[in-house]
């Protein structure tokens, strides 16, 4: 494992050494990472980036034989051998099982969770002509893009940001779907022709969100990144990634979350929080999507994702999630580069369309 110390920002530093953040090199996972070290000195708490050069880094091989986990269980190492004391992580690329030595301390404000359209000509999903080609890597972009029933081609992708939308403005595809968020933080939203809103696409639970990570025993640091904690953005994380537990669907799995803390009015008629969540689980070849949402206290966020999961299981989940393994093995999807493992299906595959991720 190899580290790189970057251009750590350690104004108003006082007796200690400043917090080291680990992170990987690329641009995406260094824009990240810097607003957590440029929170934290705001603070008054001294920070640096440690770059950590992980075998998914170095190596051109396939991640499917590398692993899928590669890069974050590479921070993972690095932050329990104690050679950083924060792990910065795309949320949605975390296993959902809590490794026991860590702890979750802070999910700062979410960003905008919507997958994004980079399509040529400055199109529109609905203005797109049948049989045009869009790229993802994601069984949950092709899935539901297929589900809609407009006839498109379903090409797999891979290459960090700037490679995926060079393939539209080449030529090569008449479209890429990508992670909203990603192009908000390496600042390319001019590149987005349609924010694809909910009712059309589902994001991945976690989307858009960011994982502040210690080691459980790092109390001190805990009460430190504490401060950094949105709560409305961490209850949404939560109950989505409950959701995908509780189906015992990986990260990769054609499944849809979105969690939004909104205001209501109880029987009384005062003002509270309620978490409004909703959740999708589809065939891989879109012919068949089950939708089901709930509603209840952010504080059951957790409890909320899981039952919202049995709801899901109770309309067909379970079949659809297992006949779209066993069609067709996972496809490495989420913010790190990734590779297929098979092709997504394209159009013709779709028997029976209902209308209704990748960075740098």
């Known amino acids: 494992m190899t580290m790189v110390h970057e251009e750590g920002d350690v104004s108003g530093v006082g007796a200690r050494a400043p917090w080291r953040i680990g992170t990987r090199g690329s641009l995406l996972a260094l824009t990240q990472a810097g607003t957590v070290r440029d929170a934290l000195?705001?603070?008054?708490?001294?920070a640096e980036l440690v770059v950590v050069k992980t075998a998914g880094d170095l190596s051109q091989a396939p991640v499917q034989e590398i692993g899928v986990g590669v890069f974050t269980t590479a921070l993972r190492d690095e932050l329990a051998a104690g050679a950083v004391d924060i792990a910065v992580h795309?949320?949605?690329?975390?296993?959902?099982?809590?490794?026991?030595?860590?702890?979750?301390?802070?999910?700062p404000p979410r960003a905008d969770p919507r997958d994004a359209l980079v399509a040529r000509d400055?199109?529109?999903?609905?203005?797109?002509?049948?049989?045009?080609?869009?790229?993802?890597?994601?069984?949950?972009?092709?899935?539901?893009?297929?589900?809609l029933g407009l006839g498109l081609e379903i090409v797999p992708l891979r290459g960090n940001l700037d490679t995926?939308?060079?393939?539209?403005?080449?030529?090569?595809?008449?479209?890429?779907?990508?992670?909203?968020?990603?192009?908000?933080?390496?600042?390319?939203?001019?590149?987005?022709t349609e924010a694809l809103e909910p009712v059309q696409m589902l994001p991945a639970p976690a989307q858009g969100a960011l994982?502040?990570?210690?080691?459980?025993?790092?109390?001190?640091?805990?009460?430190?990144?504490r401060g950094l904690d949105d709560a409305a953005s961490h209850a949404a994380v939560v109950a989505e990634r409950g959701l995908l537990a509780e189906l015992e669907a990986g990260c990769t799995a054609p499944v849809g979350a979105l969690a939004e803390?909104?205001?209501?009015?109880?029987?009384?008629?005062?003002?509270?929080?309620?978490?409004s969540l909703r959740g999708c689980a589809a065939a891989i070849d879109g012919s068949d999507v089950v939708r089901a949402s709930i509603v209840g206290a952010p504080e059951r966020a957790e409890e909320l994702g899981r039952a919202l999961a049995r709801e899901l299981l109770d309309l067909g989940a379970r079949e659809l999630l297992g006949a779209a393994g066993a069609a067709r093995p996972e496809i490495a999807a989420g913010d790190g580069d990734p590779t297929p493992r098979t092709a997504p299906p394209s159009a013709a595959?779709?028997?029976?369309?209902?209308?209704?991720?990748?960075?740098?």
Do not use: W
């Open 349 to 360: 595959d779709a028997t029976h369309p209902s209308p209704m991720e990748n960075t740098r």
């Open 122 to 147: 400055g199109l529109v999903l609905g203005e797109l002509p049948a049989g045009s080609r869009i790229g993802t890597s994601a069984p949950r972009r092709a899935a539901q893009l297929l589900a």
């Open 261 to 275: 803390v909104v205001e209501s009015l109880d029987d009384d008629g005062r003002i509270v929080d309620e978490l």
């Open 41 to 46: 000195v705001a603070a008054g708490q001294p």
């Open 90 to 107: 795309s949320y949605k690329d975390l296993p959902t099982a809590q490794d026991p030595r860590f702890v979750i301390a802070a999910v």
């Open 164 to 192: 995926r939308l060079r393939k539209v403005t080449d030529g090569e595809l008449d479209a890429v779907v990508v992670a909203r968020a990603g192009l908000v933080r390496i600042e390319r939203t001019d590149a987005v």
């Open 211 to 225: 994982a502040i990570e210690c080691r459980v025993d790092d109390t001190e640091l805990i009460e430190i990144l």
